[in-house]
């Protein structure tokens, strides 16, 4: 756990808390978007290979209203819409879908983010799984939480004991040096696993359902809630020089902090760490 905050965070017009917002507007989201889950979608591509669907755009809707009419004022960075610069302190970092790809392609793990940033740093948290009904809650200095219960991040002790979560992204030749680093780490790991959710892999990192995840390119809507949860469940999260994560620092490693010195030993000169 961070150190407890002294920050008393504003409440919502109806008198709600940031997190009972953000937990309740979570579960409508996630909702909706299960109910949408293996029907017929709207898919456009951003990219080669990132998409966007119909459903997306319905969830982020439902989202952005609920979050505007409850704190007016406060900026947004939200995965589908173009960014909103007020003059307050705090942001809202939001991802509809987090794993659109495999909720468009009928795999059920995807998840619904949303979080609060004062600055670079998250002070709320929420990663919604929707097909689970499992809410993964942070709040600066009080903890990370599923379903209530407290989390707590891996307590193995050395890589080869370790289970890895990872994903690929969009930046073909960076992604092409993280199976390179995979390949270097193997057989002296006890598994991997690409999540297709960088969202839930941060997520299952702070519950230690994966020992370490790490990825090399990520938006603040991606990791703006996992980076909270970790750090809530006793972990760290740094990027692959080994220096502090932010809202904006765009490569991760996530895990306790005994593993994540022993993750940068074990790759310490491989070509991803050295990349920019």
């Not at 619904?112 to 499992?134: F, N, S």
């Not at 009080?142 to 707590?152: D, I, R, S, W, Y």
Request: some cysteine; hydrophobic content about 40%.
């Amino acid at each position: 756990m961070t150190e407890p905050s002294s920050e008393t965070l504003p409440l919502s017009v109806s008198g709600r808390s940031v997190l009972e917002v953000c937990t309740a507007v979570a579960r409508d989201a996630g909702q909706l978007v299960r109910s949408r889950f293996l029907t017929d979608l709207s898919v456009s591509f951003k990219g080669r290979a990132d998409i966007v669907t119909d459903v997306d755009l319905q969830s982020e809707e439902l989202i952005l209203g609920t979050l505007t009419s409850e704190f007016p004022g406060f900026s947004i960075l939200s995965e589908e819409s173009e960014p909103v610069i007020n003059d307050s302190a705090y942001t809202w970092v939001v991802d509809p879908i987090d794993g659109t790809r495999n909720f468009a392609e009928g795999i059920p793990h995807y998840c619904v983010v949303v979080a609060l940033a004062r600055g670079p740093e998250t002070v709320v948290g929420v990663t919604y799984d929707p097909i689970k009904d499992e809410m993964f809650t942070a709040e600066r200095g009080k903890g990370a939480f599923l379903n209530g219960e407290p989390l707590a991040v891996s307590d193995r002790q050395e890589i080869p004991e370790a289970v890895l979560g990872f994903d690929l992204g969009y930046v073909d030749e960076k992604a092409g040096l993280a199976l390179d680093m995979v390949r270097g780490l193997w057989p002296n790991i006890q598994g991997m696993r690409l999540m297709g959710s960088s969202a839930l892999g941060l997520a299952y990192a702070a519950a230690g359902r994966l020992d370490v995840y790490f990825h090399h390119h990520l938006s603040p809507w991606d990791l703006c809630s996992g980076l909270l949860l970790v750090r809530e469940a006793g972990g760290t999260v740094v990027s692959k020089t080994g220096a502090p994560s932010d809202l904006f620092t765009p490569s991760i490693i996530a895990s306790s902090p005994r593993l994540v010195e022993k993750f940068l030993e074990a790759t310490e000169g491989m070509p991803w760490r050295l990349d920019g």
